[in-house]
C-alpha cells in the first residue's frame, strides 16, 4: 500500500532534504526537460493556439459560472442512461460511499485506473481499513504502489524514478502484491513494461470491480471521458461487472462538442501528442457490454469554497496536463514530494490551500512555494494565472487565515503598510526622511547585523533599493509650481 502525505513537513522543510539529493535532481531534470521541449515543438505545430486556449479559458468559465445547472443536468443524464450518482461533500463522505458500494458487490479486490480525485481523497486507505485490496494498473501509479512511495508528478507520477530504481522495485515487489517480476529483469523499457503487462493482466482477468476518475464528465450526455496513453485504464473500465468512478465536480463540461477543444489542448500540454493515444467515453450501462453496474460518485471537499473566491476560483479551470510542473524552476529543484499533496506543483501550490485551506502550517506554505516568475501562466492551457492566484492567498496567509507563526512578520510589515498609505501626511514625512537619510543607506546590508532568521534570508538574497534624493510628490509639487510660474 502506498503511503499518504498525512504528516508531511511544511515546504521549506521539505524541499530543504529533496534539493539534496542529487539523484532525484538529475531524474527530475532529465524528464522535465525531455517534456517541456517536445510540449513546446507539438505546440508551435498549431497556427491557433492561443484561441484554443483562449476557447478553453471560457468554456470553463462558463461551466464553473453556472456549475449547479450543469451539475443538475449531467445528473439527470446519467440516470436516465442506467447509471447512479451519488454526491460527497468531502473526503470522507466520498470514501464511505466507495467502500460501501464495493462492499455490497462481495469483493475484496479492486482495479484502478489513474485517478487523482482518489489520491486527494486517499481512498486506496480507506479501503484498506475496510479490508479492500486497491490495485493501481497505470504504470506509473503501480511503480509507486509497489515501491511504497507517494506520487511526485501529476502525469508521471513516478517522474523521481530512473530505470535501474524501477527494474529493481519490480524484483523486490511485485512477487508480494501477484505474479512476480520474470527471472533476469533488465531495466530495459519494453522489458520493464512487458513485466508490468503480465503482472496487471492477472489482475485485470480477475478483477470484478474497477475505480476510475475522469477527465471530463458531458451533462447533455452523462458522458464520462479519460484520456490516458497505455490502454491499461480502457481494460479497467470495461472489463470489471462494476464501475464506481470518483470525480470532482469540476469536470463538467456542458456538451460533447466542447471536447473537441480539450481533446487538442491537453495532449500536446500533457504528453506533447498531436492526439491522445486512448480516449474513452462511456455513458451508463448498455446490456451485455462493459460493466452492468455504473456509479458516479461527485466530490466537492472544498470546491465550492474555491469557487466562492473570486480570484483562486480560476484553479478550478485546470485540466491535469502538468505542463506548468514541467517548466517551474522550483518543482524541478524541489520535487514533488515536498508540497505534501495530491497536486504538486505550480497548481498544487494554488490548489491544495484553497481545498484544503490554509490553518496547517504546510498548507500555509504553498503558495510561498514559488519564484513568481510567470512560467506556469505562460503554459497552461486554459491560461490560470497562477502567479497572481499565489500572491492573492500569500495574502491570505499574511492576514492571519494561516498558520500564524509561520508569518507574523510579513503580516505586521502588511499591516504598518496599509497604514502608511491610508495616511498622506505620514507617508510623506517617512519619504522625506528617507531622502534625507540616503547617504547614510548603505546599498546592502553588513552580513554581521544580527538580523533575525527571515530578514537575515531577504537580505542575502537582495540589494536594497537606492532611495531617490526627494519624494515623487515633492517632485511633482515642485514641477507644478514652476509649470505655473511659466
Ligand atoms: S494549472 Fe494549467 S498547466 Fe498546470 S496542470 Fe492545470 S491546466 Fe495544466
Not at 464501475?243 to 460533447?256: A, D, T, Y
Not at 460493466?291 to 485540466?319: E, K, M, S, Y
Not at 498548507?363 to 505562460?378: F, I, K, R, W
Request: hydrophobic fraction near 40%; proline fraction near 6%; glycine fraction near 8%.
Amino acid at each position: 500500500m502506498s503511503r499518504t502525505f498525512v504528516g508531511m513537513p511544511p515546504f521549506p522543510t521539505a524541499a530543504r532534504s529533496s534539493t539534496k539529493d542529487g539523484q532525484l535532481r538529475a531524474n527530475l531534470t532529465h524528464a522535465t526537460h525531455t517534456i517541456r521541449d517536445k510540449r513546446a515543438k507539438a505546440v508551435a505545430e498549431l497556427d491557433d493556439w492561443a484561441e484554443l486556449r483562449e476557447a478553453g479559458k471560457r468554456i470553463k468559465d462558463h461551466t464553473l459560472r453556472h456549475l449547479d445547472h450543469y451539475l443538475e443536468q449531467l445528473e439527470a443524464s446519467v440516470t436516465a442512461a442506467g447509471g447512479q450518482v451519488h454526491w460527497a461533500a468531502d473526503a470522507a463522505e466520498a470514501n464511505r460511499i466507495v467502500t460501501e458500494l464495493v462492499r455490497a458487490t462481495g469483493e475484496t479486490e479492486v482495479v484502478k485506473v489513474k485517478s487523482m480525485a482518489t489520491q486527494e481523497i486517499e481512498l486506496n486507505e480507506a479501503l484498506a481499513k475496510a479490508g479492500i485490496s486497491a490495485y493501481e494498473t497505470d504504470l506509473a501509479e503501480l511503480i509507486v504502489q509497489l515501491g511504497d512511495d507517494l506520487p511526485s508528478h501529476i502525469l508521471v507520477p513516478a517522474i523521481h524514478k530512473n530505470r535501474s530504481e524501477i527494474r529493481d522495485i519490480f524484483q523486490d515487489a511485485m512477487g508480494r502484491w501477484g505474479r512476480p517480476a520474470p527471472e533476469g529483469l533488465t531495466d530495459r523499457p519494453a522489458e520493464l513494461a512487458e513485466a508490468a503487462r503480465l503482472h496487471l493482466r492477472e489482475k485485470f482477468l480477475r478483477a470484478k470491480v474497477g475505480i476510475s476518475g475522469a477527465n471530463f464528465m458531458i451533462a447533455e450526455t452523462g458522458t464520462l471521458v479519460v484520456l490516458e496513453s497505455e490502454g491499461n485504464g480502457r481494460m479497467c473500465l470495461t472489463l470489471p461487472e462494476t464501475l464506481i468512478s470518483v470525480v470532482g465536480i469540476e469536470k463538467v463540461l456542458p456538451r460533447w462538442q466542447d471536447l473537441e477543444v480539450f481533446l487538442q489542448l491537453l495532449p500536446r500540454s500533457s504528453t506533447a501528442e498531436r492526439m491522445n493515444p486512448y480516449t474513452s467515453t462511456w455513458t451508463g450501462t448498455s446490456d451485455g457490454d462493459g460493466p452492468q453496474r455504473f456509479h458516479l460518485v461527485l466530490v466537492d471537499n472544498g470546491r465550492t469554497d474555491t469557487l466562492a473566491d473570486t480570484v483562486g476560483r480560476q484553479a478550478l479551470r485546470c485540466i491535469r496536463c502538468s505542463a506548468c510542473l514541467n517548466v517551474c524552476p522550483v518543482y524541478e529543484r524541489a520535487g514533488g514530494h515536498a508540497y505534501g499533496s495530491a497536486y504538486p506543483g505550480p497548481i498544487g501550490a494554488i490548489l491544495t490551500p484553497q481545498l484544503r485551506g490554509v490553518e496547517s502550517e504546510l498548507d500555509a506554505s504553498l503558495p510561498y512555494a514559488s519564484s513568481l516568475c510567470g512560467a506556469c501562466y505562460e503554459v497552461c492551457p486554459v491560461a490560470i494565472d497562477i502567479p497572481e492566484v499565489l500572491v492573492h492567498l500569500r495574502e491570505r496567509v499574511a492576514e492571519g487565515g494561516g498558520h500564524r507563526d509561520g508569518h507574523r512578520v510579513e503580516g505586521a510589515v502588511m499591516r504598518a503598510t496599509t497604514w502608511l498609505f491610508d495616511h498622506p501626511a505620514a507617508l510623506g514625512a517617512v519619504e522625506r526622511a528617507a531622502g534625507a537619510m540616503r547617504g547614510l543607506v548603505p546599498r546592502r546590508l553588513p552580513e554581521k547585523l544580527p538580523l533575525p532568521g527571515p530578514a537575515k534570508a531577504w537580505n542575502d538574497s537582495r540589494d536594497l533599493p537606492e532611495l531617490p534624493e526627494e519624494s515623487f510628490r515633492d517632485w511633482w509639487k515642485k514641477r507644478e509650481q514652476r509649470g505655473s510660474g511659466e
